[in-house]
């Protein structure tokens, strides 16, 4: 049995035929379709994370809310990029919404891409170091990010008597046990999701890949999974890892689904540029009957490979 769950990225404008007008309406529809997901069974939440966007940004509020309004459901996050985080902020952040949700936590970090605003993160006052890119620093957050969820403590208590503390070192608090198990990669390659095997980072690949080997794109990203499985294992983990894909799927059952995705749909892979130097493949959109649904998606492979399948959701038609 494969986990179920959907992806938004929280999109609002002021447009009339939009039912998300404001940022407000996003939040609260975002809340809202977290707790009737539960309701129909699925077993998901995730929200994708943007800065400078009419689209969800700082993720922390929205998973704490939704931890609180829902019992069951994961909540998570595909993806946060880690240039315009502070990691012990984000520790604390992360902690106190995870211990909210009762450790419902699944978190998806990645190095960024392009974006909005370029070099976006600087105007957060980061900037990298000097013979530094910003995937260096990028990845350097994320080790500081990752040994603070370790739990250890690190930082030098004041001695003084107006500040009593437990002894030894101490670490940033609410601290959430486990949640360091339930950080997630999002990958673009296959090289990116090796490296993440070797942190012991659970596996999320979307509907873009940074690469194009001339096969199709759930071939390719099949091909990511079993290396990153192969990874794992050389590296020796513990634990089972989990990995997911993305994909935009609708069944069309009625003339206003045929309305809303019937027409133009992407039936194949589209290869092309998401900037100057990156060439990516983007994976194709499935929207058909039921019947005709499921076999079109049997014969996905990288879906097959997976064991949580992300829904991208047309957020503006409301919830």
């Not at 360091?180 to 873009?208: C, F, H, P, V, Y």
């Not at 096969?215 to 590296?235: C, G, K, M, N, S």
């Amino acid at each position: 049995m494969k986990k179920i769950g959907f992806l938004s990225f929280g999109h609002w404008t002021p447009s009339p035929q939009s039912q998300v007008r404001t940022g407000a309406d996003s939040l609260v529809q975002s809340i809202e379709l977290a707790v009737a997901a539960e309701e129909l069974g699925a077993d998901g939440a995730y929200f994708r994370v943007h800065h400078f966007a009419r689209q969800l940004g700082s993720p922390f509020p929205l998973l704490a809310a939704i931890g609180a309004r829902t019992k069951r459901i994961e909540i998570g996050t595909a993806v946060i990029d880690m240039r315009y985080e502070n990691p012990l902020y984000m520790a604390e952040d992360a902690g106190a919404a995870d211990l909210i949700a009762g450790g419902r936590l699944q978190l998806g970090i990645s190095r960024g891409s392009p974006e909005q605003v370029i070099d976006g993160f600087r105007y957060f006052g980061y900037q990298p170091a000097d013979g530094e890119t910003d995937a260096d620093m990028a990845r350097g957050r994320t080790d500081v990010f990752l040994q603070v969820l370790t739990g250890a403590g690190f930082a030098q208590p004041n001695p003084s008597p107006m500040f009593p503390n437990p002894p030894g070192l101490l670490r940033p608090e609410p601290f959430s046990p486990g949640l360091r198990d339930r950080i997630w990669w999002g990958a673009g390659s296959r090289a990116t999701a090796e490296w993440a095997a070797k942190q012991g980072l659970n596996l999320m690949s979307s509907t873009l890949m940074t690469e194009d080997a001339g096969v199709p794109f759930h071939e390719l990203q099949a091909e990511q999974i079993r290396l990153f499985r192969a990874a794992w294992t050389e590296a020796g983990h513990a634990r089972e890892p989990r990995v997911s894909v993305s994909r935009s799927i609708f069944a069309l059952i009625d003339d206003r689904d045929r309305a809303y995705f019937g027409r133009g749909n992407q039936g194949a892979d589209q290869v092309g540029w998401i900037d100057a130097q990156t060439k990516a493949i983007f994976g194709r959109s499935y929207a058909a009957e039921p019947d005709v649904l499921v076999k079109e998606l049997a014969e996905d492979t990288a879906i097959q490979a997976a064991d949580t399948l992300l829904l991208t959701v047309p957020n503006q038609l409301g919830v």
